[in-house]
């Protein structure tokens, strides 16, 4: 298998949402961003996965030293060695990739998200250090496209985070800031029930509409000249915000069922915003998810 083959394997293979949103890409800009999102599934299956926290913080050493290794055109992982590819081709910051990596410490290390601050943190650095080197893939020319990839990139982790609820709970992990669970009198072992009671449900509806509102900000932040060559991350906007219409449609319940869709529903809102972009660029019509 070579490592091209590898990358696109571990894509796919995950069920991602991002899979789906870069099939209509060419193919060098395709390969370039499987190489990252292999990479990102390398890293977080060793946050979900490994319980010894000594084996995992091992792990990330391995990925923090093959990140250096890559850079400096001596790459050992199949990933590594599609990385290295990318970035003789991409303007790829090598920073970004720490900063992913940080964002798995957090996670390895269980660190309490206590204010609304820790959790913009660690979005920004799980999901908006993601988007940053996507954009450099995808291609922009306005600055602003930046802001943009951090803002969608936020939304995209409040979704995530929303959906699986129960899921990190039982890992140990309770992303929504202890702050706000106070506010809204949810206790930590509520995460763990075997359905969402009223306070949470609240909570819940708090960060969906806060998600709501980070989705039309990073769309009001799109440059217009940019839209073109930014499509492929509509895409995968439009594909997580009907994960956060699913919240919505299950009385943000996401505890007694993830607020998952199918891969067929996942390709078909790729197939079906691919088209309507190109149409409403054409009459100047604004973006939508």
Known sequence: MTPQEYCLQKTRGSGSSFYYAFIFLPEDKRRAIMALYAFCREVDDIADSIQDRQVAMAKLGFWQEEIQRSFAGQPQHPVGKELRWASERYALDEELFYEILDGMLMDINRQPVLKQTDLSLYCYRVAGAVGLLSIE????RNRQARTYATQLGEALQLTNILRDLGE???LGRIYLPQEDRLRFDVRDQDFKAPQAGEALKQLIRYYADRAERQYVSALEMLPAEDRVSLRPSLLMAAIYHAQLRRIRKQGYDTLARPAHISPMRKLG?????????????????????
């Open 168 to 170: 990190d709970a039982r």
């Open 269 to 289: 809102i790729a197939i079906l915003l691919w088209h309507r972009e190109s149409r409403a660029i054409q009459r100047g019509i604004p973006p939508r998810l």
């Open 137 to 140: 893939i995808f291609g922009y």
